[in-house]
């Protein structure tokens, strides 16, 4: 494939049959390959699941290889010891024990380098895969220690974008619970002394058609948090089935990391880190996003 090609859906339809029907003289083989080197965008989006739903009106683009070998989404800031992207939904931050596939930090870590042959790339911070935004990185141990060690001391402001099923949240609001999590990777609150602490505070931005938008920020970091907390509230993320929602309108989950403001520990330079809104919020909101 010599140069990007674009197509427009005109059916629901999964993606590796789409990609069958539009793309000519390629084995099934050979459509999983491009999908599995991030040659493939939905919507601006890189997708790596040969199942992913594909809706009317959505835009699939190819990648020439040599684009689907570079980064498939923006980098927000890069110095000698930080680099900052905005990650894409659907990708996962790292390798986890049982998916050993395409993550951001193997990107990064490629295409770092290549332009900087003995440079290295550490994991300061993760997202869930199913969530966009904010995602950081340290490009030397110590810094990685330092950012780590004094995370909440360092780490100012946490902010995400979330879209929630329901429009009955106070205007305003803090969750504290203990979590914990099973067998299954289902993270929930409890009463035991295993649970870990996690405060989650929200703000209403708008109420529309029976969603509502929320400013959402973080005191604790914990995994699947902010997905736990409203969906115990009775008010689940929208897209995410995990956890309870029943709707699914933008095709993603509706959690988007936009804002992470911290102090360098080296330099002591302050910085505040923004990605950019995604269209989905905008398209649901366009008053207050728009």
């Known amino acids: 494939m010599a140069k990007e090609t674009t197509y427009r859906v005109e059916e629901p339809a999964f993606l590796l049959d789409f990609l069958l029907a539009h793309i000519n003289g390629q084995s099934r083989n050979s459509v999983k390959h491009l999908l599995s080197r991030g040659q493939v965008l939905v919507d601006g989006v890189p997708r790596t699941r040969f199942d992913h739903p594909l809706r009317p009106g959505a835009q699939v683009t190819l990648l020439p290889a040599s684009k689907g070998t570079s980064l498939p989404f923006p980098v927000l800031y890069e110095d000698d010891g930080l680099l900052v992207i905005n990650k894409p939904a659907g990708l996962l931050s790292v390798s986890t024990e049982d998916r050993h596939q395409r993550t951001a930090y193997r990107l990064l870590a490629d295409n770092l380098r290549g332009r900087e042959p003995r440079s290295r790339l550490f994991v300061v911070h993760r997202l869930d895969r199913d969530t966009s935004g904010v995602l950081l990185f340290a490009k030397n141990q110590e810094l990685k220690q330092a950012l780590q060690e004094n995370w909440n001391d360092l780490v100012s402001r946490r902010e995400y974008l979330a879209v929630v099923e329901g429009d009955g949240l106070p205007d305003a609001g803090l969750f504290r619970s203990l979590l914990t999590e099973n067998r299954i990777h289902r993270v929930y609150s409890t009463r035991g002394k295993t649970g870990k602490e996690a405060l989650t505070r929200y703000t209403v931005l708008e109420r529309r058609k029976g969603y509502t938008l929320l400013n959402v920020s973080i005191d604790t970091g914990r995994k699947n948090q902010i997905r736990v907390h ?13 956890y309870g929602a029943a709707t699914d309108p933008m095709g993603r989950l509706a959690l988007h990391a936009h804002r ?13 880190f923004t990605a950019p809104v995604p269209d989905g919020f905008r398209r649901m909101f366009p008053k207050q996003l728009g």
């Open 230 to 242: 409203l969906s115990e509230s009775g008010h689940p993320v929208a897209g995410d089935e995990k």
């Open 260 to 272: 992470l403001a911290l102090t360098d520990p080296k330099a002591g330079t302050s910085f505040t």
